[in-house]
Structure formats: structure tokens, C-alpha cells
């Protein structure tokens, strides 16, 4: 089986939200409100246990002209947003259960029969994707369509793309198609369009790379997401320190007053309830 | 074409087809003809490297309930206890409270397991915890360490009391054993809470790894004593002495917070958490500290309880203004995107005055 990606070129989004639309039915993802927010389009707010795909609504200045808008209208920038499946996952690694697991086409996947919903994983990912469903217990995330994968599908979102601004494919012939893409946008003058995938940092790269234009930030995409198993070094030598205190302040001080105690009465010591 | 596998969760009437249909509509209907909804107070800041993403926060909140921190603290108390009751058994040679003690561990495992599991959202599958071990799950080592404390404290306990009744020395020696392994278990399970918050990714979490399994340790340590002198032990030395070094530490801890000028550490220091944060730390630091010193040379019994009253509700609160500034840390969208906050405001007048043009120019 190879190893799949997602390329979502957010420079063809027309921000229609099929994908949310077929991600929700493929699924049966529970509805998350219906509630305006009044950030442009985007009334979903971010990805989360009920909401595997959600497309953001980029606002900017009236731009006339190439990848612009009309002159009275602000010019938008879509993405469709989505769980990463990082190579060096902070939910996989912190799993306890073992629910969390890496499948044969190299996403991150929860096993929904196996999760107890400890929700340690929703503090565990730098890209604040997975959460816990309060009403079901388990944590939830998108499945990378693990299901469809197996019968040699399409992912539901990536099939549904009216303008295949979601890519699916080999992740090797991915990454080499934005590249392509990249040039192609900036041979046309967009030279603000950039590939996000943060493979410098601990997570070494991702299953699902967007191309954006301008800086990532403004997608609420963070600059230098870490795994957090980086600080483990850290935590555990401080955790010895601790307990090489306390076992040798409590020997210590039990030395120092089984010493005194001979010379005093033994009621200081023994009868505690006196 | 090959079949589809088995959903059972799956809406009837999903299908390939259906796929399909939904990227046709898209393909017609999604074309967007005019500005969105735009509710009272719109505009609202747009979306830039200055302003974030309408100030959505990037990571979630942690989800754990009002449990976890009580668990944080209970852990940390039964933790010490255990390792006192070991030294005031074998080396103090105070049987009394070598036996308090380990009641005190013993039912502290108890009450950490409820309090875990009434946390899960499936309480059911609380044994899925134990399916794997996981060295790089702070989460999955600690369900073992409390696992393995649990039971050698309980069967540390439970020969306490055959031996007590029935004197019997085979049980005595088992007693001894079980009570060797809870503390050697007591070591990493008093203080690994810590570990397990701060190798996370919510900023102000992660930011003190090197002090939080210190810091949270200390704190059991100050609980656990006071726990035991509550429980008549408030004539012992060496529990005060402990009491004064794990104070010394929290007070050290205080002081490093305070004097941290990282504004990723704010909501340790501002708001409703910095307060909470502020009140548990003088709490357990500087007033059990004073009040024991007091003690030691007054021997006054009063003061030596009123340190240990500050202890206990020190460490409590201590764990729950650390779970508040996580959630407060994690709404903070600027830290992950490394936007400083003056940017911002900056960014929002100018964005504001922008907005002011466009419509000028619409109407």
C-alpha cells in the first residue's frame, strides 16, 4: 500500500465547503450548531471533534485584478483546513491506550472502539485538532477516510471538490505536484503563494500540506508546531530531582530526630496523638 | 469498482453517488454574490499575521474536569505519604505513624484510581489503560505507576492490619515488602503529574517543564505532611523539618514565577488565574514556612496546625490555578502563532480604519 497525502492548494478554494459537506455525511459526523459568527463565511470556527474539515475564510483588502476581487469587495482567500497527520504526532505518542495508531497508508487514526476518552491527546497536538466529544466520551478527529482508503478510494472531501483544490495522492508525487504548482503561481506574479509544511520542526513534516498565499499565521496555521514529547528530556529529570528530595529530606529529617530523640523524651516522637 | 466496507454509523443513503451529487451542487451553487453576514459589532478584525485568525485560538483547552486536579493533589499526598511512612518505619522508628501513614497512601491510591476514572469519557474502558505500555506517554506510565502504587499500598495496608490483629510475622514480613515496592513506586507516581502537563503543547505548560514535576512534588510533599499531622502526628519532628523544606521549595517556586518576565507565563500572574496561582503559592510557601519555623521553637500545637490547614489548601488550589492558566494559556491564540501583543493592537486600529475606507467607498 502507499503512502498517501493531501495537498490542499487553497489558491483554487472557492470556499464552497463541499468537503465539510461530504466529510459530515461520509462520516456521519453529528451537526456542531448552526450559529453566525460573523467572520466573514466562516461560520464553523475550527476543526474539532465534530468538524473534520473546515474551510477558513481568509478577509483582505480590496484587491483588483489577479487572484483578487471587485473593487467594492474585500478579496477572500479560502483553505480548507484538516488534520495533519504528522509525521511525529503528539496525540499518537500520547495515547495511552494505544487507540491512537499510525495506519498502512501513513495517517493517524483513533479506533473509536478503542479510546476511553482520557483526552490527553487533545492537549498533546500543537495543531489543536483533536478533542474530546463531550456528549460521546471518545476523542475524535478526522480518520484521513481510512475506510474508503481501504477500498482504494478517495477520501470523501478530496472526491467532492468541485475545483480539486484538495489533491489526494502518493505523498512523493504530492509534494512534487506543489512544487510544480508553486512555480506555475509564481510565474503568473503571485509570489506571496508558499507551500505550509513544517518539515524543519519536531513533527518533520505532515500527510497534509496546504499551499497559501501570503504568511501561514493569518490561517491560523502556527509557524513552529512542535511534538510535544520534545520537553519528555526535560520533565523526567526534573521528576528524579524531585523524588531524590523527597527521599533524601524525609531520611534526613527522620535521622536527625530519631537522634535528638534519645536524648529527649520519646513522647515527641512517639505519642503523636498525646 | 470494489464494495464499500460495513459503517454502521454511517447516514443511509450515502454512497458514491451522493459524493458526486454534493460536488455538483458545489460546482453550481457555490459561487458567493455578496458580503457575508455581518452581525452587530461587525466588522470584526480581520484575519492577518497580526491579528491571528479572527482571534480564534489555535490550540483546544484541556478537557479534563474538575477530577484531574483533585486527582493531581490526592496523588501527591498518598505519593509522600508512602515514602514517609518507609522512613519513619525503618529509620525513625515511629510505628504509629509509619502506620498512619501508610493508611494515608493506601487510601489516597483509592481515591486517585475513582477520581481517573470518573474523569474518562468511556469510565468503562478504564482498563484500555493498561492495554499498552507506552515509555513515551507520560499518561500511560503513569496509569502503570499508579497501578503498581496502588496495589503494593494496599497490600502494605492490608497486612497493617493482620499483623496488628493477629501478629502474625510472615505477614508482618510480606507487609514489609509490599510497602518497599509502594515506595519505590511513591517516587515517580508523587510528582509525575508534572511530566504529564507540562510535555504538552499549551504553552504556559511546556515553558516550565524543568520546574512544574519539582514544583508539583514539593507540594504533595507539603500536603502529605500536613495530612499526617492532622492526624495527630503534630509533635513529630521530622515532619515538621520535612514540612519546612518542601515550604522552602514552594516559596522558591513562588519566587520564580514571580520574578519570570516570559509573557508566556501570564496567566500565572495576571487575571483571575494569576491570583489563584499567587494565593495557592503564599499558601503553601512562605506562610507554612513561617508558621513551622514558629512551631519548631515554640512547640506550639496550634501553630504547627494552622501551617498545616495553609499546606493543604495551598496545594489544592496550586493544582487548580495551574489547569485554569493551561485552559487560559491555550484561548491565547498570539503564543502559537508568536505574535507579540503590541503588534496586534496596532494592527487592529489600522484594519479598523481600513474597514472605515471599503465603506466609504461602497456607500
Given at each position: 500500500?502507499?503512502?498517501?497525502?493531501?495537498?490542499?492548494?487553497?489558491?483554487?478554494?472557492?470556499?464552497?465547503?463541499?468537503?465539510?459537506?461530504?466529510?459530515?455525511?461520509?462520516?456521519?459526523?453529528?451537526?456542531?450548531?448552526?450559529?453566525?459568527?460573523?467572520?466573514?463565511?466562516?461560520?464553523?470556527?475550527?476543526?474539532?471533534?465534530?468538524?473534520?474539515?473546515?474551510?477558513?475564510?481568509?478577509?483582505?483588502?480590496?484587491?483588483?485584478?489577479?487572484?483578487?476581487?471587485?473593487?467594492?469587495?474585500?478579496?477572500?482567500?479560502?483553505?480548507?483546513?484538516?488534520?495533519?497527520?504528522?509525521?511525529?504526532?503528539?496525540?499518537?505518542?500520547?495515547?495511552?491506550?494505544?487507540?491512537?495508531?499510525?495506519?498502512?497508508?501513513?495517517?493517524?487514526?483513533?479506533?473509536?472502539?478503542?479510546?476511553?476518552?482520557?483526552?490527553?491527546?487533545?492537549?498533546?497536538?500543537?495543531?489543536?485538532?483533536?478533542?474530546?466529544?463531550?456528549?460521546?466520551?471518545?476523542?475524535?478527529?478526522?480518520?484521513?477516510?481510512?475506510?474508503?482508503?481501504?477500498?482504494?478510494?478517495?477520501?470523501?472531501?478530496?472526491?467532492?471538490?468541485?475545483?480539486?483544490?484538495?489533491?489526494?495522492?502518493?505523498?512523493?508525487?504530492?509534494?512534487?505536484?506543489?512544487?510544480?504548482?508553486?512555480?506555475?503561481?509564481?510565474?503568473?506574479?503571485?509570489?506571496?503563494?508558499?507551500?505550509?509544511?513544517?518539515?524543519?520542526?519536531?513533527?518533520?513534516?505532515?500527510?497534509?500540506?496546504?499551499?497559501?498565499?501570503?504568511?501561514?499565521?493569518?490561517?491560523?496555521?502556527?509557524?513552529?508546531?512542535?511534538?510535544?514529547?520534545?520537553?519528555?528530556?526535560?520533565?523526567?529529570?526534573?521528576?528524579?530531582?524531585?523524588?531524590?528530595?523527597?527521599?533524601?529530606?524525609?531520611?534526613?529529617?527522620?535521622?536527625?530526630?530519631?537522634?535528638?530523640?534519645?536524648?529527649?523524651?520519646?513522647?515527641?516522637?512517639?505519642?503523636?496523638?498525646? | 469498482?470494489?464494495?464499500?466496507?460495513?459503517?454502521?454509523?454511517?447516514?443511509?443513503?450515502?454512497?458514491?453517488?451522493?459524493?458526486?451529487?454534493?460536488?455538483?451542487?458545489?460546482?453550481?451553487?457555490?459561487?458567493?454574490?455578496?458580503?457575508?453576514?455581518?452581525?452587530?459589532?461587525?466588522?470584526?478584525?480581520?484575519?492577518?499575521?497580526?491579528?491571528?485568525?479572527?482571534?480564534?485560538?489555535?490550540?483546544?483547552?484541556?478537557?479534563?474536569?474538575?477530577?484531574?486536579?483533585?486527582?493531581?493533589?490526592?496523588?501527591?499526598?498518598?505519593?509522600?505519604?508512602?515514602?514517609?511512612s518507609s522512613?519513619a518505619q525503618w529509620?525513625?522508628r515511629?510505628p504509629e505513624?509509619a502506620r498512619d501513614a501508610r493508611l494515608?497512601?493506601a487510601?489516597?491510591?483509592?481515591?486517585?484510581?475513582?477520581?481517573?476514572?470518573?474523569?474518562?469519557?468511556?469510565?468503562?474502558?478504564?482498563?484500555?489503560?493498561?492495554?499498552?505500555?507506552?515509555?513515551?506517554?507520560?499518561?500511560?506510565?503513569?496509569?502503570?505507576?499508579?497501578?503498581?502504587?496502588?496495589t503494593f499500598s494496599g497490600a502494605a495496608a492490608f497486612a497493617q492490619f493482620a499483623a496488628d490483629y493477629f501478629g502474625s510475622a510472615p505477614v508482618r514480613i510480606l507487609g514489609n515488602i509490599a510497602q518497599a515496592f509502594s515506595?519505590?513506586?511513591?517516587?515517580?507516581?508523587?510528582?509525575?503529574?508534572?511530566?504529564?502537563?507540562?510535555?504538552?503543547?499549551?504553552?504556559?505548560?511546556?515553558?516550565?517543564?524543568?520546574?512544574?514535576?519539582?514544583?508539583?512534588?514539593?507540594?504533595?510533599?507539603?500536603?502529605?505532611?500536613?495530612?499526617?499531622?492532622?492526624?495527630?502526628?503534630?509533635?513529630?519532628?521530622?515532619?515538621?523539618?520535612?514540612?519546612?523544606?518542601?515550604?522552602?521549595?514552594?516559596?522558591?517556586?513562588?519566587?520564580?514565577?514571580?520574578?519570570?518576565?516570559?509573557?508566556?507565563?501570564?496567566?500565572?500572574?495576571?487575571?483571575?488565574?494569576?491570583?489563584?496561582?499567587?494565593?495557592?503559592?503564599?499558601?503553601?510557601?512562605?506562610?507554612?514556612?513561617?508558621?513551622?519555623?514558629?512551631?519548631?521553637?515554640?512547640?506550639?500545637?496550634?501553630?504547627?496546625?494552622?501551617?498545616?490547614?495553609?499546606?493543604?489548601?495551598?496545594?489544592?488550589?496550586?493544582?487548580?490555578?495551574?489547569?485554569?492558566?493551561?485552559?487560559?494559556?491555550?484561548?491565547?491564540?498570539?503564543?502559537?502563532?508568536?505574535?507579540?501583543?503590541?503588534?496586534?493592537?496596532?494592527?487592529?486600529?489600522?484594519?479598523?480604519?481600513?474597514?472605515?475606507?471599503?465603506?466609504?467607498?461602497?456607500?
Amino acid at each position: 500500500m502507499s503512502v498517501t497525502a493531501f495537498l490542499t492548494d487553497s489558491t483554487l478554494c472557492i470556499g464552497c465547503k463541499a468537503c465539510e459537506v461530504a466529510c459530515k455525511e461520509w462520516n456521519g459526523v453529528t451537526e456542531d450548531g448552526l450559529d453566525w459568527s460573523g467572520y466573514s463565511y466562516d461560520n464553523t470556527g475550527a476543526v474539532g471533534a465534530s468538524t473534520w474539515r473546515h474551510v477558513k475564510f481568509v478577509e483582505n483588502a480590496p484587491e483588483p485584478g489577479l487572484g483578487g476581487n471587485a473593487p467594492d469587495m474585500n478579496s477572500w482567500a479560502f483553505s480548507s483546513d484538516v488534520c495533519k497527520h504528522c509525521e511525529e504526532a503528539g496525540c499518537l505518542e500520547a495515547c495511552p491506550t494505544g487507540s491512537i495508531v499510525r495506519t498502512e497508508f501513513g495517517g493517524v487514526f483513533v479506533q473509536p472502539d478503542v479510546c476511553n476518552g482520557c483526552s490527553y491527546c487533545v492537549v498533546a497536538c500543537p495543531f489543536g485538532v483533536v478533542a474530546r466529544n463531550e456528549k460521546d466520551g471518545r476523542a475524535f478527529k478526522c480518520t484521513f477516510c481510512y475506510d474508503r482508503q481501504k477500498e482504494g478510494l478517495t477520501p470523501a472531501c478530496a472526491k467532492a471538490c468541485p475545483t480539486e483544490s484538495i489533491k489526494f495522492g502518493e505523498i512523493d508525487d504530492l509534494r512534487l505536484r506543489a512544487q510544480e504548482r508553486l512555480k506555475e503561481l509564481h510565474a503568473r506574479g503571485m509570489d506571496d503563494a508558499r507551500m505550509y509544511d513544517p518539515t524543519d520542526t519536531s513533527v518533520k513534516g505532515t500527510h497534509a500540506f496546504f499551499i497559501v498565499r501570503g504568511d501561514p499565521r493569518s490561517y491560523n496555521l502556527p509557524p513552529k508546531p512542535e511534538v510535544p514529547t520534545i520537553y519528555l528530556k526535560d520533565g523526567w529529570k526534573s521528576s528524579a530531582l524531585g523524588a531524590g528530595m523527597l527521599l533524601a529530606g524525609s531520611l534526613i529529617a527522620f535521622l536527625a530526630s530519631a537522634r535528638g530523640s534519645n536524648g529527649h523524651s520519646s513522647k515527641t516522637l512517639r505519642n503523636g496523638r498525646g | 469498482m470494489s464494495t464499500l466496507p460495513e459503517n454502521r454509523d454511517r447516514v443511509p443513503g450515502v454512497s458514491e453517488a451522493r459524493l458526486a451529487e454534493i460536488r455538483r451542487e458545489a460546482e453550481s451553487r457555490g459561487v458567493i454574490k455578496a458580503e457575508g453576514i455581518r452581525p452587530p459589532g461587525a466588522p470584526f478584525p480581520k484575519a492577518s499575521v497580526e491579528t491571528g485568525y479572527y482571534g480564534i485560538p489555535l490550540l483546544k483547552q484541556p478537557q479534563w474536569k474538575w477530577e484531574v486536579p483533585l486527582y493531581f493533589f490526592v496523588g501527591g499526598a498518598a505519593g509522600s505519604a508512602a515514602v514517609i511512612s518507609s522512613m519513619a518505619q525503618w529509620v525513625g522508628r515511629d510505628p504509629e505513624l509509619a502506620r498512619d501513614a501508610r493508611l494515608v497512601a493506601a487510601t489516597g491510591a483509592v481515591v486517585s484510581t475513582g477520581l481517573l476514572i470518573s474523569d474518562l469519557g468511556r469510565p468503562a474502558r478504564f482498563l484500555n489503560m493498561l492495554r499498552v505500555f507506552k515509555a513515551q506517554s507520560p499518561m500511560s506510565l503513569g496509569a502503570w505507576t499508579l497501578a503498581a502504587f496502588g496495589t503494593f499500598s494496599g497490600a502494605a495496608a492490608f497486612a497493617q492490619f493482620a499483623a496488628d490483629y493477629f501478629g502474625s510475622a510472615p505477614v508482618r514480613i510480606l507487609g514489609n515488602i509490599a510497602q518497599a515496592f509502594s515506595t519505590a513506586f511513591a517516587l515517580p507516581f508523587h510528582n509525575y503529574t508534572g511530566v504529564l502537563i507540562g510535555a504538552t503543547a499549551i504553552p504556559v505548560w511546556n515553558e516550565n517543564i524543568k520546574m512544574l514535576p519539582l514544583h508539583f512534588g514539593m507540594s504533595g510533599v507539603n500536603a502529605g505532611v500536613s495530612i499526617l499531622e492532622l492526624l495527630g502526628h503534630d509533635r513529630c519532628g521530622a515532619l515538621n523539618t520535612l514540612g519546612i523544606a518542601a515550604s522552602a521549595v514552594e516559596t522558591f517556586e513562588g519566587i520564580h514565577i514571580e520574578s519570570n518576565r516570559n509573557p508566556v507565563i501570564e496567566p500565572l500572574k495576571h487575571g483571575a488565574t494569576g491570583w489563584a496561582t499567587r494565593v495557592g503559592g503564599v499558601l503553601s510557601g512562605p506562610v507554612p514556612l513561617a508558621l513551622r519555623l514558629i512551631s519548631a521553637f515554640t512547640k506550639s500545637r496550634n501553630v504547627r496546625r494552622a501551617a498545616s490547614w495553609s499546606s493543604i489548601a495551598g496545594s489544592l488550589i496550586t493544582r487548580y490555578a495551574w489547569m485554569e492558566a493551561g485552559k487560559a494559556s491555550a484561548r491565547n491564540w498570539r503564543l502559537p502563532l508568536e505574535t507579540p501583543e503590541k503588534a496586534a493592537r496596532k494592527e487592529q486600529g489600522r484594519v479598523g480604519q481600513e474597514f472605515e475606507h471599503i465603506k466609504e467607498q461602497a456607500s
